[in-house]
Nanobody, 123 residues
């Protein structure tokens, strides 16, 4: 049973930083791509960033490039999202995702999701 547990969210002032962590268990972490999504209050999911199984390939939403940085530590079975220069519009619940199938970057019903962590940025 795959489990993903996000942590590191909280309340921060605009311009501040947070680092989210996603601890994974249940299968070989280093075999699967990881990603982050977010959901603003009352809105749908927004893709943030993806990282390949070995960290060699990274994709980040254009609006967050330069401020958000995804990484992973396969020895610790953990993915991270470093968020800098935070803005009030970054307020959202952030979810980590582990792609269900090893290989290509393709979303599927087999993907695993964490429970989310709240990030609130005050102005």
């Amino acid at each position: 049973q795959v489990q993903l547990a996000e942590s590191g969210g909280g309340l921060v002032q605009a311009g501040g930083s947070l680092r989210l962590s996603c601890a994974a268990s249940g299968r070989t972490f280093s075999s699967y791509h990881m990603g982050w999504f977010r959901q603003h209050p009352g809105k749908g999911l927004e893709w943030v960033s993806d990282i390949s199984w070995n960290g060699a390939t990274i994709f980040t939403a254009e609006s967050m490039k330069g401020r958000f940085s995804i990484s992973r530590d396969n020895a610790k079975n953990t993915a991270y999202l470093q968020m800098n220069s935070l803005k009030p519009e970054d307020t959202a619940v952030y979810y980590c995702v582990q792609l269900g199938v090893a290989g290509p970057f393709e979303r599927s019903p087999f993907d695993y999701w964490g429970q989310g962590t709240q990030v609130t940025v005050s102005s």
